[in-house]
C-alpha cells in the first residue's frame, strides 16, 4: 500500500521543508527545521507546547515568510504573501478555531471568499442555487454527520462544525490539508467520527499534514512523525517503526535523535 | 439524532411557535405595526384615510433610506453615530451647489458625493486607523454639523424649483416619489445584502471577523464599504429632505440619527453584527412614522413623541435578546 521506505521519495514528496528559519526579534522560533510530507500520507507534527509547530504550519500556509531555507510544495518553490496564495496552491488549512461564521448556513461557509457567481454585464449575483447542489456534492463525498447544507453553523455541533471545515478544506481540488488540533474539544464519539474523515481524505489521494497533542490518535492515523523541540525538528519517524515510549522521550529531550 | 433535529426547526407547528418569545422578537417591527394601525384607526378614523397613508409613506421615505445604510453598517457590528450629520452636510452641499446655479441634477449629484465622502473618511479612519466606530462616528457627526454650518454660514437656502416640488409631492397613486425611491433603494439594498458576495462578507465580517480574515476576506475593505453606502444614502436623503422642506437647512437633525438606529433595532438586526435584513428596518421606520403620526392626530402633544419613540426602542431591543 504504501511506498517502502527509501524507495522513489522524490515521486511521493508534496511538501518539503528544506532548513526553515524564523526569528521574532530576539525569539528564535524555527530554527534549520526541514521536514517532508507525502501524498496519500498523514504527517503528524508534534512537540511541546512552544515547540514551533504552529509556526512552522504558518510558514507553509502563507501566514508566515521563513527568514532563512525554503519551502517545495508540489515540485515548485513556494513564495506567498498571503493564506490566499497558498489556498490558491492547493494548501488548505483547518484552523483550530474553525473559522467558520455562526450565523451563516453550511453552503456560504463552505463557499466564504470563494463564491460562485451569475455575471449579468457588470452585476455578479450569487448563484445560490448552483453553490447549495455543489455543496451537497461536496459533503456527499465525505459526509459522516454533516448536516443538512442550508442549516446555520450556530446550530451545529462541534462535531458537525469540524466535518464543516475539513469539507471546505478538503473541497477545491486541494493537495495538502493542514489540520491543527482537529479533535482537542470534541467529545470521544464526535473525535471518532472526525478521524474517520482525515482516513478518508487520505484514501482520496489527500496530504494531511496532522498537529496533534493527542498521542494515540497519532499512533492510530499517521503515516509519518515529526519531533518538534524548541524551534527544531529534532527526528522523523515512521509510524509503523516507532512507539509512543519513543516519541514521547523525543519530544522531552530524554532521548536524542 | 442531531441532523433529524435540525430539519425539524422549519416544521414545528405554529401554535409552538406562537409560544416561543423568539418568534416575537423576529416579528417585533411587523407586529408592532399592526397593532399600532390597529389602535390608531380604533382610535381615530382620518388615521387610514388614503390622504394619511399618503403623507405617512412619504414622511418614512427619508428614514427609510437612512435605516438601509445604518443596517448594512450595524450588520458588520459598528454604528454610524454620524448619518444624520451627514445628511445635513450633503443638504447644505446641495443648497450651495443650487445657489450658485449649478441646477439640480448636478448639485444631487454634488450632494451624494458628499455624503459619501463623510462614508469613505469614517471607514478609512475605524478600518486603517483601527478606531472604535461609536468614537469615529461621534467625531464626524460633529465635524460634519460644524462644516454645515461654515459652509451655509449658518443661513438656510430656500430651494425653489419645479422638479424638486414634484418630488415630495407627487406620485404613482398613493405611492408619492420619494417613497417610491426608498422602496427602490430597499429592495437594490436586499439583493446587495444576500445576493452579491459583498453581502456574505459583510455578515461575515459582522458576525466573525478572525473567521473572515482567515478566509482571506478583506475585513477593512467590507467596513470602508459599507460606511460608504452608509454616506451615499445619507446623500439621498438629503435631496428628499431638500425636497421636503423646500429648503437647505443646516439644521441638527438629531431625531433622523436616533430614529435611523431605532428602526435597525425593531428590525431585528443585531447590533453585534453577522445578522440582519433589510425588510425589518424598513417596517421599523414605518412603525415609528405611524407612532409620530398617530400620536399627532391624537392630539397628544409632540413633547410625548420622543418618549413614547424611546419606549418602543428599548422594548424592541429587549425583545432581541430572544431573537433565535
Redesign the interface.
Known amino acids: 500500500m504504501t511506498t517502502p521506505d527509501g524507495l522513489d521519495i522524490q515521486d511521493t514528496v508534496l511538501l518539503d521543508c528544506e532548513h526553515v528559519s524564523l526569528s521574532f526579534g530576539s525569539v528564535r522560533a524555527l530554527v534549520d527545521v526541514s521536514i517532508h510530507a507525502r501524498q496519500g500520507e498523514i504527517t503528524a507534527l508534534v512537540g511541546d507546547n512552544g515547540a514551533g509547530k504552529s509556526t512552522l504550519v504558518r510558514c507553509i500556509a502563507g501566514i508566515h515568510r521563513s527568514d532563512d531555507g525554503y519551502i517545495v510544495f508540489d515540485g515548485e518553490k513556494i513564495n506567498f504573501h498571503s493564506p490566499e496564495d497558498a489556498r490558491r496552491a492547493g494548501i488548505e488549512t483547518v484552523h483550530q478555531n474553525l473559522a467558520l461564521i455562526e450565523d451563516l448556513t453550511v453552503w456560504q461557509n463552505l463557499f466564504l471568499n470563494r463564491e460562485l457567481v451569475r455575471r449579468l454585464g457588470p452585476i455578479a449575483l450569487l448563484d445560490r442555487r448552483a453553490m447549495q447542489q455543489k455543496a451537497r456534492e461536496m459533503v456527499a463525498t465525505l459526509a459522516v454527520n454533516v448536516p443538512a447544507v442550508k442549516s446555520r453553523v450556530r446550530r451545529l455541533s462541534g462535531g458537525q462544525r469540524q466535518a464543516v471545515a475539513i469539507c471546505r478544506a478538503a473541497g477545491f481540488s486541494s493537495q495538502l490539508v493542514i489540520m491543527d488540533e482537529p479533535t482537542a474539544a470534541l467529545g470521544v464519539q464526535e473525535t471518532a467520527r472526525v478521524e474517520e474523515l482525515i482516513i478518508k481524505l487520505r484514501d482520496e489521494g489527500h496530504a494531511v499534514l496532522l498537529i496533534s497533542h493527542n498521542f494515540a490518535q497519532v499512533m492510530r492515523l499517521s503515516n509519518q512523525i515529526w519531533i518538534m523541540r524548541a524551534g527544531q525538528c529534532v527526528g522523523g519517524r515512521r509510524t509503523a517503526e516507532t512507539t509512543g515510549e519513543e516519541i514521547v522521550a523525543l519530544i522531552t529531550g530524554a532521548q536524542a535523535q | 439524532m442531531?441532523?433529524a433535529t435540525?430539519?425539524g426547526?422549519d416544521t414545528e407547528p405554529w401554535t409552538a411557535r406562537i409560544r416561543d418569545v423568539g418568534f416575537w422578537a423576529d416579528w417585533a417591527a411587523v407586529i408592532g405595526l399592526v397593532v399600532l394601525v390597529a389602535v390608531f384607526g380604533v382610535l381615530n378614523p382620518t388615521f387610514l384615510s388614503i390622504g394619511n397613508i399618503e403623507s405617512m409613506l412619504v414622511a418614512a421615505a427619508i428614514l427609510i433610506v437612512l435605516a438601509v445604510g445604518q443596517t448594512f453598517v450595524v450588520a458588520t457590528a459598528g454604528i454610524d453615530l454620524s448619518i444624520a450629520s451627514t445628511m445635513t452636510l450633503a443638504a447644505v452641499v446641495f443648497g450651495q451647489g443650487f445657489l450658485h446655479g449649478w441646477g439640480v441634477p448636478l448639485s444631487a449629484l454634488a450632494a451624494i458625493v458628499a455624503g459619501g465622502l463623510v462614508g469613505l473618511i469614517n471607514g478609512v479612519l475605524i478600518a486603517r486607523g483601527r478606531i472604535t466606530d461609536f468614537i469615529v462616528t461621534l467625531g464626524t457627526l460633529s465635524a460634519a454639523s460644524g462644516a454645515a454650518l461654515i459652509l451655509a454660514d449658518g443661513k438656510p437656502v430656500t430651494v425653489i424649483n419645479g422638479f424638486m416640488l414634484r418630488l415630495s409631492t407627487n406620485g404613482i397613486g398613493i405611492l408619492g416619489w420619494s417613497f417610491i425611491i426608498a422602496a427602490v433603494v430597499a429592495v437594490l439594498a436586499h439583493?446587495v445584502l444576500?445576493?452579491?458576495?459583498f453581502?456574505?462578507?459583510v455578515?461575515?465580517t459582522g458576525?466573525?471577523p478572525?473567521?473572515?480574515r482567515?478566509?482571506?476576506?478583506s475585513t477593512q475593505r467590507v467596513k470602508i464599504g459599507v460606511y460608504m453606502i452608509s454616506g451615499v444614502l445619507a446623500g439621498l436623503g438629503a435631496i428628499l429632505l431638500v425636497a421636503r422642506i423646500g429648503a437647505a437647512e443646516p439644521a441638527a437633525n438629531t431625531a433622523f440619527l436616533l430614529n435611523s438606529v431605532a428602526a435597525v433595532v425593531l428590525g431585528g438586526v443585531s447590533l453585534f453584527g453577522?445578522?440582519g435584513n433589510i425588510v425589518g428596518p424598513v417596517v421599523g421606520a414605518l412603525l415609528l412614522t405611524a407612532l409620530v403620526n398617530g400620536l399627532t392626530l391624537l392630539g397628544v402633544s409632540q413633547f410625548y413623541q420622543p418618549l413614547s419613540v424611546g419606549i418602543v426602542v428599548v422594548l424592541a431591543a429587549l425583545l432581541t435578546r430572544y431573537q433565535r
Open positions: 442531531t441532523s435540525l430539519i426547526q439583493v444576500f445576493h452579491t458576495r453581502g456574505t462578507h455578515f461575515a458576525g466573525q478572525e473567521a473572515a482567515a478566509m482571506g476576506i453577522g445578522r
